[in-house]
T-cell receptor, first 113, second 111 residues
Framework: DSGVTQTPKHLITATGQRVTLRCSPR?????VYWYQQSLDQGLQFLIQ???????AKGNILERFSAQQFPDLHSELNLSSLELGDSALYFC????????????FGPGTRLLVL | GENVEQHPSTLSVQEGDSAVIKCTYS??????FPWYKQELGKRPQLIID?????GEKKDQRIAVTLNKTAKHFSLHITETQPEDSAVYFC??????????FGKGTKLSVIP
């Protein structure tokens, strides 16, 4: 157990809908990262937050947004969902173990029908 | 930005043999290189990492080597066991705390 938690574990929804994925970082970690992993694909970096502020953006679609709250948990919002958005979404956190050392949560498996 | 290439994409070894996975990176400013192991449907787990001021690091059957001049680093697993079967990802960080991942190597250890 990495200490990073994510909810929900599974999510099934329809095209055009909007969903929110939630992540709680490890105790003491200030950074949260979001990744998308499609079938047989690597880990695509989406976005990073540090202590409530956006720090870096990767290949994140305009339909996706995220935020980090004062208690350091983070939410990833996915809207106007398409079939191709079906994937595993991981969050990771870092900070207490070194700024670059990232620990991953268990992921949320999203299926868009 | 950083680009990380990982080879091979698949690797099969007999139990007890060694496995080597290689990665190259493009950004000479990169200074942190972790390796993650991911079992099917599970989270990537950090198994070992190395920083640019170190050439080699070992942890039991796992070792990582770094050649900064050539901009490549490798994962070595000795005495492989069936439970080593998984997808392994290398990554690099250029100090911005972002990790750029390779595309992964699927390792199969044949009993």
């Amino acid at each position: 157990d990495s200490g990073v938690t994510q909810t929900p574990k599974h999510l099934i929804t329809a095209t055009g809908q909007r969903v929110t994925l939630r992540c709680s970082p490890r105790s003491g970690d200030l950074s949260v990262y979001w990744y998308q992993q499609s079938l047989d694909q690597g880990l695509q970096f989406l976005i990073q937050y540090y202590n409530g502020e956006e720090r870096a953006k990767g290949n994140i679609l305009e339909r996706f947004s995220a935020q980090q709250f004062p208690d350091l948990h983070s939410e990833l919002n996915l809207s106007s969902l398409e079939l191709g958005d079906s994937a595993l979404y991981f969050c990771a956190s870092s900070g207490a173990g070194g700024p670059e050392t990232q620990y991953f949560g268990p992921g949320t498996r999203l299926l868009v029908l | 930005g950083e680009n990380v290439e990982q080879h091979p994409s698949t690797l099969s070894v007999q139990e007890g043999d060694s496995a080597v996975i290689k990665c190259t990176y493009s950004d000479s400013a990169s200074n942190y290189f972790p390796w993650y192991k991911q079992e099917l449907g599970k989270r990537p787990q950090l198994i070992i990492d190395i920083r640019s001021n170190v050439g080699e690091k070992k942890d039991q059957r796992i070792a990582v080597t770094l050649n900064k001049t050539a901009k490549h680093f490798s994962l070595h697993i000795t005495e492989t066991q069936p439970e080593d079967s998984a997808v392994y990802f290398c990554a690099a960080s250029a100090g911005s705390y972002q990790l750029t991942f390779g595309k992964g190597t699927k390792l199969s250890v044949i009993p």
